[in-house]
């Protein structure tokens, strides 16, 4: 089983920050916020990955291309261009496979474009800037016994966001950025069986959430994981300040690994 990262948007809200970098790569704690959202997953035994790549690629690819050197202690003897590495890099058995999926493609056009890279029929799918305590095994297990084509997880964030309408474990409708009273939205963390991909295309114009998930959710296709504990996303300067302040403090929720 994979996880696909969509890693490729602008970040546009996040201003200055991402004029150098892309979102994903933000440090939180001195590591990028993709980082952290791979050591969620792995935790749970999640070590595929795949990143849709958009904007500014070239840097996410840049720095698990030097991963090892970025994280280890190393000895460079220029006489030779010999480097012994010294402490030991704990995420050596993460595959990850990055692909350009286009500067301007919205999401759903992202995520059919790494269809050939997709070998289960059960995968993972997130976005590249929020974390969450959720029991990924136990969302997993929540998608396949509902039999749904997708099973999205329900947050609880700050109204600014929009919001999901479930009938019990059933999305009834899916408003992304809309005010409604439930108080439930897609913090991402999705799974899906790749039926899903029949319903998209690799047009940069397919979108995911606007059109595909809300047809799904009109043919009761997609499921909701209602998650009740913590979850943060990095989508203003405030954002990264909470998310800095959290893992300084020691108390980072997300941080379920050892």
């Known amino acids: 089983m994979k996880l696909i990262i969509l890693a490729g948007g602008f970040g546009s809200r996040l201003g200055s920050l991402t004029n150098s ?32 790549l958009g904007y500014m690629g070239d840097v996410i690819k840049d720095y698990f291309l030097h991963y090892e050197s970025k994280n280890r202690d190393f000895t460079i003897n220029l006489q030779n261009n010999s480097i012994v590495f010294h402490n030991e890099l ?20 992202r995520l059919k474009r790494i269809e050939k890279y997709l070998t289960d029929d059960i995968n993972l799918l997130t976005y590249g800037d929020g974390v969450a305590n ?17 099973t999205i997880s329900g947050v609880h964030p700050p109204a600014r966001f929009g919001e999901l309408i479930a009938d019990g474990d059933i999305i009834s409708s899916f408003q992304e950025k809309s005010q409604t009273s439930q108080g439930m939205i897609n913090g991402g963390y999705m799974v899906f069986n790749k039926e899903l991909l029949t319903y998209l295309s690799q047009d940069e114009s397919c979108d995911l959430e606007a059109g595909v998930l809300e047809n799904l959710a009109k043919q009761e296709e997609i499921a909701v994981y209602k998650h009740d504990g913590f979850w943060a996303c990095m989508d203003h300067e405030r954002d990264l300040v909470y998310l800095e302040k959290l893992w300084n403090n020691n108390n980072a929720f997300w941080k379920v690994w050892k």
């Open 21 to 52: 970098i892309p979102k994903p790569m933000i440090p939180v704690g001195g590591k990028p916020i993709m980082w952290h959202i791979m050591k969620i997953y792995a935790h749970y035994g999640i070590k595929d990955f795949i990143i849709c």
């Open 90 to 109: 704990l995420d050596n058995d993460w595959k990850i496979t990055l692909v350009d999926t286009g500067l301007n493609t919205l999401k759903g056009g």
């Open 134 to 150: 959720i029991d990924i095994r136990s969302l997993i297990d929540f998608h396949k016994k509902k039999g749904k084509i997708v």
